[in-house]
């Protein structure tokens, strides 16, 4: 059997991460399409199980396990193949954070599943969880950072060895990402244990509500970056090589991630815009900084047009469009990956909007937000992650993608594109008319309103209509990794998928934009600014800490 060019420790590990990742994807997606049948009242669940325990596992499934799992695999796979075998001791530390983030999610999982836990993905207090979950949780992000420390650690073996050198473009984008990833945690991290444990096993009586919630958000908003970061590098590394070019500039990607790093994080309150206890300056400040985040992304769309372009005309397109025709439209890794790209153009001008102070107050809490993030963490990202999956478990596994299973995949991805084109704009169009989001079925209206919810567009049964498709897509997406991994028949040398990485031009890259102590620096100047006075204020000014809460 010929692998890769990956050794076989790396090999299982990113399988491993696979496999969790689709096994959470499978679940999730399920209680996915049970969510969308009782919201429109053609469901109703057997008293053991709870609409709101179905949601929590969908949210932290999808949103957190299938994700995380999946960007480590990615990275760890990657991370081998660009700066070469891990040694003994990477390899080691990256089994043990693997092992350390599995048992988390299984602690987290019982939890939810044993009815202990239905406080959804984001935890508010007061709602309470069993102790258990929150430690479960803290597992979780113990071991990303183990993962990540370990990957970190053979980035540096991988510079001391060549000095004066740039890292590959893959490298220093996986540690700009674990960078963000590591900062961003320290919120969540800090909720969890100084906070949630000590009140859910009952060591302290009171929980102050606002300053867990904007720890919370501290983390939540770089949440969102590191799901779309990895989808970037597939854009800016994979997707030219794929393409047959290289990546358009070494140095706009370099300085696209340096931006994320520095404005995904001193941005939480954009999340609370409706909250009290936080003054209107610090919301402003930090919707100011949100918006500076169009920046990178602008650069990031510039630059993929601008390869598509070039590209195409290289190929002989003519005309001002013609360079379009000439892409490789047949291969399901390209064709994938530009779905996942158009989609996230109203994506993103969504999430101007909900960002926006004014407009936030329209879409607050309606189904219009769970419209929005389907089209952003759960089809960009999610889309890309299946592109990437078409070649990357035939990569680790020896196996070849067939005709016969590309033509599935390309069903596959249009499947889950008209559905998620249904179910999200539904959710949009139901929104804004006022449809609440994480609530089950009600009647509970005046008869004019629910009229407005009869359209064609404005209807839960539309939605419902979606998602069953995007439901079927999910299956088919399971059959086709399963086929690719232990079925599908064994390359040999010359059919052996590889890992494609676009060749990058470092010859005008500044040396300062690989000096991470610079960008960690400015970094944690712009969350002082951004934090400590309303994080102080929370703690100065504290009400009285609110009791525990079970409202299932
Ligand atoms: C079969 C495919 C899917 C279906 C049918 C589906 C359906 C839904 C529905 C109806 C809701 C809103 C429920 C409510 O607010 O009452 C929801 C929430 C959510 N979905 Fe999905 N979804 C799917 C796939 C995904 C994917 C792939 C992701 C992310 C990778 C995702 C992430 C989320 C998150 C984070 C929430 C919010 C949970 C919360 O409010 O606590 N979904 N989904
Ligand atoms: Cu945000």
Same mark, same amino acid.
């Given at each position: 059997m010929i692998v890769g060019q990956i050794a076989k420790g790396e090999r299982k590990l990113a399988l491993a991460n696979l496999g969790f990742a689709y096994a959470a994807f499978l679940i999730g997606t399920l209680c996915g399409l049970l969510q969308v049948f009782i919201r429109n009242d053609a469901l109703t669940l057997p008293g053991w199980l709870d609409y709101y325990q179905v949601l929590t596992a969908h949210g932290l499934l999808l949103a957190i396990v299938f994700t995380t799992f999946f960007i480590f695999a990615f990275f760890q796979a990657g991370m081998s193949r660009t700066l070469g075998s891990f040694g003994r001791k990477v390899l080691l530390w990256n089994w043990i954070g693997f092992i350390v983030t599995s048992l988390g999610t299984l602690l987290v999982v019982t939890m939810v599943i044993g009815g202990?836990? /239905?406080?959804?993905?984001?935890?508010?207090?007061?709602?309470q969880a069993h102790g258990l979950f929150y430690v479960g949780l803290a597992l979780f992000v113990i071991g990303t950072w183990i993962q990540g420390f370990a990957l970190i650690g053979h980035y540096r073996v991988w510079r001391k060895q060549h000095k004066g050198e740039f890292s590959p473009l893959f490298a220093f984008m996986t540690v700009a990402t674990l960078i963000m990833w590591i900062i961003a945690c320290l919120g969540v991290v800090a909720a969890v244990l100084f906070q949630f444990i000590p009140w859910a096993f009952g060591w302290?009586?009171?929980?102050n509500v606002e300053l867990s919630r904007s720890l919370f958000w501290y983390f939540g908003h770089p949440l969102v970056y590191f799901w779309l970061l990895p989808a970037y590098m597939a854009w800016y590394v994979i997707v030219p090589k794929i393409l047959g070019t290289k990546v358009f500039s070494d140095s706009l990607a370099r300085l696209s991630f340096v931006l994320f790093i520095l404005f995904s994080?001193?941005?939480?309150f954009h999340h609370q815009l409706?909250?009290?206890?936080?003054?209107s300056f610090w919301k402003f400040l930090q919707t100011v900084l949100t918006f500076m985040v169009i920046i990178p992304s602008l650069m990031t769309a510039f630059s993929m047009f601008a390869t598509f372009e070039l590209r195409g005309r290289e190929l002989g397109g003519k005309g001002?469009?013609?360079?379009?025709?000439?892409?490789?439209?047949?291969?399901v890794r390209f064709t994938s990956i530009f779905i996942a790209m158009a989609f996230f153009i109203p994506g993103g001008a969504g999430g101007i909007i909900n960002a926006s102070f004014q407009m936030n107050e329209v879409i607050h809490n309606t189904l219009w937000v769970v419209g929005h993030f389907h089209i952003t963490v759960g089809t960009p990202v999610a889309m890309t992650f299946f592109g990437l999956t078409f070649w990357l478990i035939p990569y680790l596994s020896g196996r070849r993608l067939t005709k016969a299973l590309q033509k599935l995949a390309f069903i596959q991805i249009i499947s889950w594109s008209v559905g998620m084109l249904l179910m999200s704009t539904a959710q949009h169009v139901l929104g804004l008319m006022g449809?609440?989001?994480?609530?089950?079925?009600?009647?509970?209206?005046?008869d004019d309103a629910l009229a407005?919810?009869?359209g064609v567009l404005s209807n839960h049964v539309t939605m419902a209509v979606g998602g069953a498709i995007l439901f079927l897509s999910a299956s088919l997406l399971i059959y086709i990794v399963i086929q690719l991994w232990w079925i599908a028949p064994k390359a040999d040398v010359h059919q052996a998928e590889t890992f494609p990485i676009a060749s990058s031009d470092? /010859?005008?890259?500044?040396?300062?934009?690989?000096?991470w102590k610079l960008w960690v620096g400015i970094a944690f100047v712009l969350i002082a600014i951004a934090y400590t006075i309303p994080l102080a204020d929370l703690i100065q000014h504290a009400p009285p800490g609110s009791g525990r809460f079970q409202t299932w």
């Open positions: 202990q836990a /239905s406080v959804l993905y984001t935890f508010y207090a007061p709602l302290v009586e009171g929980i994080i001193p941005v939480g409706t909250e009290p206890g936080i003054a001002l469009f013609g360079w379009f025709r000439k892409l490789p439209w047949k291969d449809a609440p989001r994480r609530t089950a079925y009600t009647g509970y209206a005046h407005w919810f009869d470092v /010859s005008a890259t500044p040396g300062f934009l690989e000096n």
